[in-house]
């Protein structure tokens, strides 16, 4: 799974080929050897749950079926399955999140991954882009094109007045 970028030197564009990327299924040594960059950027995502209850849901999300969770050695991915009635089957992503801003790249590595993973299953829709690090054009060049789905929401966590 080699992916290329191009440089621009003098005018010229040259391809360069990138290192492959060495993605694997998430496993507990993951979440403990990139806590110290993907805790801070969960507790971003998920504001109302501490520590504890971040990294159970991860660990609960590593052995089930419904939940693609990969990982790479600067980036990871969890995404999950979802079967409303009398719909067909799709998935969401969750998260995309990369150690640093230069690894944005190696974080799109994984949706190649995921798109794979979404087929293979059957699902009919892939969600992306909820909380990603990865810019919505570049994985719009890993997946397909993207498009915009609106969906509108009732907050049930106020009263209305």
Not at 40 to 49: D, I, M, N, Q, T
Not at 92 to 102: G, P, Q
Not at 103 to 118: F, H, I, P, Q, S
Request: glycine letters at 4%; aromatic letters at 10%; one cysteine or more.
């Amino acid at each position: 799974m080699s992916e290329t970028k191009t440089r621009f030197f003098l005018g010229r564009a040259d391809v360069i080929p990138d290192k492959p990327q060495e993605v694997h299924r998430a496993q507990q040594l993951d979440i403990d050897n990139k806590a110290s960059w993907l805790m801070p950027r969960l507790r971003e995502a998920y504001p109302s749950y501490g520590d504890t209850q971040i990294i159970n849901f991860l660990r609960n999300c590593i052995p089930s079926p419904d939940w693609f969770f990969i990982a790479s050695e600067n980036a990871i991915l969890l995404a999950q399955v979802v079967t409303p009635p009398m719909r067909k089957m799709r998935v969401d992503e969750e998260f995309c999140i990369a150690k640093s801003e230069d690894d944005w790249e190696e974080a799109a590595g994984l949706y190649r991954d995921l798109k794979t993973w979404a087929s293979h299953i059957g699902a009919s829709k892939l969600c992306v882009d909820c909380f990603s690090d990865v810019p919505r054009d570049v994985i719009g060049r890993r997946v397909g094109k993207v498009t915009r789905m609106d969906i509108f929401v009732v907050s049930l966590e106020t009263t209305p007045t």
